[in-house]
């Protein structure tokens, strides 16, 4: 059992607190820190907490908690971990982990030099439809894994801070695209070394200094790539959608926008309808349980399940760290309008892997490129001469 204290009593620490005490959980909220006394008070009221402060470091030093879950705007981030390792207190924190990777970084080594345990609260690696497209991943049902594409769009934040480049640490791009980044790290192979970042990032309707869509192509040394597409301008509610490829299969994941329950209403009596929907009326597209289907509930399983077990969880501060990187470098790249290179002072995963071969043998003589049953029930061979290089075809009834 944990005993949580939640530092930040906002969007996803409300939905936080729903997760952790859902569904007869074991876990318990017993402390929140809110900048604002009325926030934490409401908290305290509705989520039971024994204990509620504006200090933040009496929430995390307070002798019941054993788990601190950081809930904070981003650029808070760094400053809370610095006071749970001073207080050796475990913590898990939201995404993303930093506003850079130097930032990520140093908040990873203070957790490692504390010997404290720390979680990256990276939600949408938990949701149940990504746990299973992942295991089949991994089980080989789709092969080699050549691209994975992850998109997260919608009409933009819910908070001052996120539109303010210092606190947030940038736009669109930190905020969303640290999602689709690690989803496409999972899926490519997290210990496969992510090598330079292509991206195309504009202001193109929000009066901000910083992006509100991006586009980027990640290259990975095996040679697969990995895609994103962000955007806090989208009209339409939440788009949430990966894709797979791989030499023997496909994925497509729609996790929030159309995943089979659809309703339509004139609007009357109706409320909250999804995260981030923009109508509650005319034809909607609720989610059954967002809680759950947003990975809350099977990332804090693992999250404490692992920190109990002295095991490191799914996601950890040095999978949040490469993430940033992986930002970082994005962001360089849509200046200098060049593919970047990902900086990582400290990689953890393979060295040197080759971009697997193309070459499939047919016979002794040939490779193989393609294979098709025609319309007029012959099987077509297109194949490729081993010794002249020659691209030549078959028929066989
Ligand atoms: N799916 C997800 O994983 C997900 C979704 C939303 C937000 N987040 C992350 O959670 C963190 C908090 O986001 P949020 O949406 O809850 O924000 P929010 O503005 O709704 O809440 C932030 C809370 O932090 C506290 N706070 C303390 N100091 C503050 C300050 N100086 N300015 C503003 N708030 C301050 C307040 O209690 C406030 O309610 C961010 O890092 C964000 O990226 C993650």
């Not at 990256?120 to 690696?125: K, N, Q």
Request: overall charge negative; charged content about 25%; proline content about 3%.
């Amino acid at each position: 059992m944990q005993q949580i204290a939640m530092l930040g009593g906002g969007f996803i620490g409300r939905f936080y607190a729903e997760s952790l005490q859902g569904q007869r959980s074991r876990d318990k909220v017993v402390a929140i820190y809110a900048r604002r006394e009325e926030t934490a008070q409401q908290f305290a009221a509705d989520y039971g907490c024994t204990f509620q402060s504006t200090d933040m470091e009496a929430v995390i030093a307070h002798p019941d908690v054993t788990m601190v879950c950081i809930a904070l705007p981003n650029n808070l981030h760094a400053p809370a971990v610095e006071l749970c390792a001073k207080h050796k207190k475990n913590v898990v924190c939201t995404k993303p982990l930093g506003r850079t990777a130097a930032e990520a970084l140093h908040m990873m080594q203070l957790v490692e030099e504390a010997g404290i345990f720390g979680g990256y609260l990276e939600d949408l690696c938990y949701s149940p439809k990504f746990l299973k497209a992942l295991d089949t991943v991994k089980n080989g049902a789709l092969g080699r894994i050549l691209w994975a594409k992850s998109r997260e769009t919608h009409p933009g934040p819910h908070s001052n801070w996120f539109w303010d480049k210092e606190q947030a640490g940038g736009g669109c791009m930190l905020d969303l695209g640290c999602h689709c980044v690690e989803i496409a790290r999972n899926f490519i192979g997290k210990d496969i070394r992510p090598v330079e970042v292509m991206c195309w990032a504009a202001t193109q309707v929000k009066p901000i200094d910083a992006e509100d869509h991006a586009i980027a192509l990640v290259k990975y040394e095996n040679g697969a790539i990995g895609q994103f597409e962000v955007s806090w301008t989208f009209r339409g509610g939440m788009d949430l959608r990966d894709e797979v490829m791989g030499t023997e299969g496909t994925i497509w994941i729609n996790n929030f926008l159309r995943t089979g329950f659809e309703m339509f209403t004139t609007g009357k009596a109706s409320d909250y309808v999804a995260e981030k929907a923009e109508s509650n009326a005319g034809w909607l597209f609720p989610v059954g349980d967002e809680v759950n289907d947003l990975g809350y509930n099977h990332m804090f399983t693992d999250m404490f399940s692992a920190c109990e077990a002295g095991r490191e969880p799914a996601e950890t501060f040095y999978d949040g760290y490469v993430v940033n990187a992986i930002l970082d470098a994005a962001y360089k790249s849509a200046e200098t309008k060049q593919w970047e290179p990902v900086q990582l002072p400290v990689w953890r995963g393979q060295e040197g892997v080759e971009q697997a071969s193309n070459l499939v043998d047919y016979d002794a003589d040939h490779y193989l490129i393609k294979e098709e049953m025609t319309h007029y029930g012959k099987k077509k061979l297109i194949l490729k001469e081993k010794a002249t290089g020659q691209i030549i075809e078959r028929e066989v009834s």
